[in-house]
C-alpha cells in the first residue's frame, strides 16, 4: 500500500519553492533548529502571514526533513538508522539511559539517541528496570 493510498491527500497546485531559501539551514544541527523555534514560540503569538510565523513554518519543516534524512537534505539515508543491539545498554537503568540520551541530545549525535530512547522503551515494555 503506498503513503498516497493511506493519507488520501491531494495537493491543489504545486508547492511554490523560493530557490533563494534552499539549504539556508543546512549549517545548524535539529538541536540548534529546535532551540530556536522554542525561542521564537516564547516570543509571543505570531499571526498568520507575520515574519515570526513564517519563519516558524520554516523551521518546523527543516526540523522534519532533518530527522527524516540526517543532517543534509542531500545525505543519503543509511545504515546507521537501524537501531542494533549492541549491548552496551543490557545493564543500565532507565535513569541511567535517560541522563545519556539527553546528553546524546546535546551533542546532536541522533544514531546514540535512537539507540538509547530504543533501549527505554524495551526495558519499560519489558518490565526490567
Do not use: C, Y
Not at 72 to 97: C, F, Q, R
Amino acid at each position: 500500500m503506498k503513503v498516497k493510498e493511506v493519507i488520501g491527500e491531494k495537493w491543489d497546485e504545486k508547492a511554490a519553492i523560493n530557490p533563494e531559501k534552499k539549504g539556508m539551514f543546512d549549517d545548524k544541527t535539529v538541536v540548534q533548529l529546535e532551540a530556536e523555534l522554542n525561542a521564537l514560540k516564547k516570543a509571543g503569538p505570531h499571526p498568520e502571514g507575520s515574519p515570526g510565523f513564517t519563519k516558524m513554518k520554516e523551521l518546523e519543516f527543516a526540523i522534519r526533513a532533518k530527522k527524516a534524512k540526517g543532517d543534509k537534505w542531500d545525505k543519503p539515508v543509511d545504515e546507521s538508522w537501524d537501531v542494533k543491539h549492541t549491548g552496551e545498554n543490557t545493564n543500565k537503568s532507565i535513569a541511567e539511559l535517560g541522563k545519556e540520551e539527553t546528553s546524546a541530545r546535546k551533542r546532536g549525535d541522533t544514531k546514540a539517541i535512537r539507540q538509547k530512547n530504543f533501549a527505554i522503551q524495551a526495558k519499560k515494555h519489558w518490565g526490567k528496570k
